[in-house]
Protein backbone atom coordinates (compact mmCIF):
# COMPACT_ATOMS: atom_id res chain seq x y z
CA UNK A 1 0.00 0.00 0.00
CA UNK A 2 1.41 3.33 -0.81
CA UNK A 3 0.32 7.38 -0.86
CA UNK A 4 1.30 9.72 -3.23
CA UNK A 5 3.28 13.30 -1.52
CA UNK A 6 2.35 16.73 -2.40
CA UNK A 7 4.60 16.14 -5.36
CA UNK A 8 3.04 13.39 -6.83
CA UNK A 9 5.51 11.04 -6.42
CA UNK A 10 4.33 7.36 -5.12
CA UNK A 11 5.68 6.39 -1.43
CA UNK A 12 5.05 2.68 -0.17
CA UNK A 13 4.80 1.72 3.46
CA UNK A 14 6.79 -0.99 4.86
CA UNK A 15 7.72 -2.04 8.07
CA UNK A 16 7.01 -0.69 11.61
CA UNK A 17 6.33 3.17 11.46
CA UNK A 18 5.54 3.66 14.95
CA UNK A 19 6.99 7.36 15.97
CA UNK A 20 7.60 8.55 12.03
CA UNK A 21 5.24 11.43 13.11
CA UNK A 22 7.80 12.55 16.08
CA UNK A 23 11.04 11.77 13.87
CA UNK A 24 9.70 13.59 11.12
CA UNK A 25 8.94 16.89 13.14
CA UNK A 26 12.29 16.30 14.67
CA UNK A 27 14.08 16.28 11.24
CA UNK A 28 12.71 19.19 10.54
CA UNK A 29 13.81 21.05 14.01
CA UNK A 30 17.08 19.70 13.67
CA UNK A 31 18.04 20.61 10.04
CA UNK A 32 21.94 18.62 9.32
CA UNK A 33 23.38 21.75 9.46
CA UNK A 34 22.23 23.20 12.57
CA UNK A 35 22.49 20.43 14.95
CA UNK A 36 25.58 21.66 16.96
CA UNK A 37 25.05 19.01 20.28
CA UNK A 38 23.90 15.80 21.13
CA UNK A 39 24.52 14.41 24.79
CA UNK A 40 23.88 11.16 24.79
CA UNK A 41 22.10 8.89 26.90
CA UNK A 42 25.36 7.65 28.94
CA UNK A 43 26.15 11.26 29.41
CA UNK A 44 26.06 13.32 32.62
CA UNK A 45 26.49 17.26 32.50
CA UNK A 46 26.54 19.84 35.02
CA UNK A 47 27.12 23.71 34.51
CA UNK A 48 25.95 26.45 32.35
CA UNK A 49 24.87 26.02 28.92
CA UNK A 50 24.68 28.88 25.76
CA UNK A 51 23.85 27.83 22.55
CA UNK A 52 22.57 28.32 18.56
CA UNK A 53 21.20 26.02 16.65
CA UNK A 54 19.65 22.66 17.34
CA UNK A 55 20.59 20.46 20.94
CA UNK A 56 19.38 17.44 22.03
CA UNK A 57 19.88 15.75 25.40
CA UNK A 58 19.09 11.92 25.84
CA UNK A 59 22.07 11.93 29.10
CA UNK A 60 21.46 13.37 32.50
CA UNK A 61 22.10 17.92 33.02
CA UNK A 62 21.96 19.73 35.99
CA UNK A 63 22.39 23.59 35.21
CA UNK A 64 20.66 26.62 33.37
CA UNK A 65 20.01 26.37 29.93
CA UNK A 66 19.82 30.04 27.86
CA UNK A 67 19.64 29.76 23.99
CA UNK A 68 18.60 31.66 20.96
CA UNK A 69 18.23 27.73 19.73
CA UNK A 70 16.07 24.71 20.21
CA UNK A 71 16.42 22.10 22.61
CA UNK A 72 15.24 18.15 21.88
CA UNK A 73 14.85 16.28 25.58
CA UNK A 74 14.99 12.87 24.55
CA UNK A 75 13.49 9.73 25.77
CA UNK A 76 16.15 9.07 28.02
CA UNK A 77 16.80 12.45 28.51
CA UNK A 78 16.67 14.14 32.29
CA UNK A 79 17.36 17.36 32.97
CA UNK A 80 17.20 19.60 36.38
CA UNK A 81 17.24 23.18 35.19
CA UNK A 82 15.72 26.59 34.19
CA UNK A 83 15.44 26.80 30.45
CA UNK A 84 15.17 29.66 28.17
CA UNK A 85 15.29 28.63 24.47
CA UNK A 86 13.69 29.76 21.11
CA UNK A 87 11.86 25.92 21.08
CA UNK A 88 11.20 23.01 23.02
CA UNK A 89 10.43 19.02 22.27
CA UNK A 90 10.37 17.13 25.64
CA UNK A 91 10.27 13.54 25.33
CA UNK A 92 12.05 12.63 28.46
CA UNK A 93 11.77 14.34 31.92
CA UNK A 94 12.31 18.41 32.84
CA UNK A 95 12.62 20.06 36.46
CA UNK A 96 12.39 23.17 36.31
CA UNK A 97 10.36 26.27 34.34
CA UNK A 98 10.54 26.73 30.85
CA UNK A 99 10.17 29.63 28.60
CA UNK A 100 10.22 28.85 24.87
CA UNK A 101 9.87 32.41 22.48
CA UNK A 102 8.14 29.82 19.75
CA UNK A 103 6.42 27.00 20.96
CA UNK A 104 6.67 24.24 24.24
CA UNK A 105 5.85 20.63 22.96
CA UNK A 106 5.76 18.32 25.58
CA UNK A 107 5.24 14.31 24.18
CA UNK A 108 4.68 10.92 25.58
CA UNK A 109 6.62 9.62 27.43
CA UNK A 110 7.63 13.20 28.38
CA UNK A 111 6.86 14.69 32.00
CA UNK A 112 7.19 18.52 33.31
CA UNK A 113 7.79 19.44 36.32
CA UNK A 114 7.76 22.97 36.95
CA UNK A 115 6.05 26.21 34.95
CA UNK A 116 5.94 26.91 31.38
CA UNK A 117 5.48 30.18 29.21
CA UNK A 118 5.43 29.85 25.47
CA UNK A 119 2.82 31.61 22.67
CA UNK A 120 2.57 27.85 21.40
CA UNK A 121 1.89 24.96 24.12
CA UNK A 122 1.17 21.38 23.03
CA UNK A 123 1.13 18.99 25.08
CA UNK A 124 -0.14 15.51 23.79
CA UNK A 125 -2.12 12.93 25.96
CA UNK A 126 -0.32 10.55 28.35
CA UNK A 127 2.19 13.03 29.12
CA UNK A 128 2.44 13.92 33.01
CA UNK A 129 2.81 18.25 33.28
CA UNK A 130 3.01 19.46 37.20
CA UNK A 131 2.81 23.15 37.22
CA UNK A 132 1.29 26.80 36.17
CA UNK A 133 1.04 27.05 31.75
CA UNK A 134 0.53 30.52 30.45
CA UNK A 135 0.33 31.07 26.44
CA UNK A 136 1.80 34.17 25.60
CA UNK A 137 4.03 35.54 24.28
CA UNK A 138 8.04 35.98 26.10
CA UNK A 139 7.82 39.95 25.01
CA UNK A 140 4.45 40.51 25.89
CA UNK A 141 5.16 38.82 29.57
CA UNK A 142 8.51 41.16 29.57
CA UNK A 143 6.20 44.03 29.17
CA UNK A 144 3.50 43.28 31.60
CA UNK A 145 5.88 43.25 34.22
CA UNK A 146 7.42 46.40 33.20
CA UNK A 147 4.50 47.95 32.98
CA UNK A 148 3.29 47.07 37.07
CA UNK A 149 6.75 48.63 38.68
CA UNK A 150 5.70 50.78 41.16
CA UNK A 151 6.67 54.56 41.30
CA UNK A 152 7.83 56.15 44.28
CA UNK A 153 9.70 60.01 44.98
CA UNK A 154 12.78 58.41 45.14
CA UNK A 155 12.57 56.86 41.85
CA UNK A 156 14.34 57.91 39.17
CA UNK A 157 14.52 56.99 35.47
CA UNK A 158 17.58 55.96 33.04
CA UNK A 159 18.56 56.92 29.50
CA UNK A 160 15.84 54.14 28.53
CA UNK A 161 12.94 55.43 30.11
CA UNK A 162 12.83 52.39 32.65
CA UNK A 163 12.06 53.52 36.50
CA UNK A 164 14.58 52.65 38.90
CA UNK A 165 13.68 52.04 42.30
Given at each position: MGYKTGSGRDRSHTGNHRGTHHRKVDRKMAKKDNIIAFLGEKTSFEGKLNFEGTL???GCYRG????????IIGRTGKVESNIHVS????NGEVHGNVVAEKCIEIRVP??????????????????IFEGNCRTQSVKAQEKAKLSVLPTSRGSEKDHSGVTRL
Open positions: QIDDITASGDLTIIVGKVYGDILAPTVVIHEGV
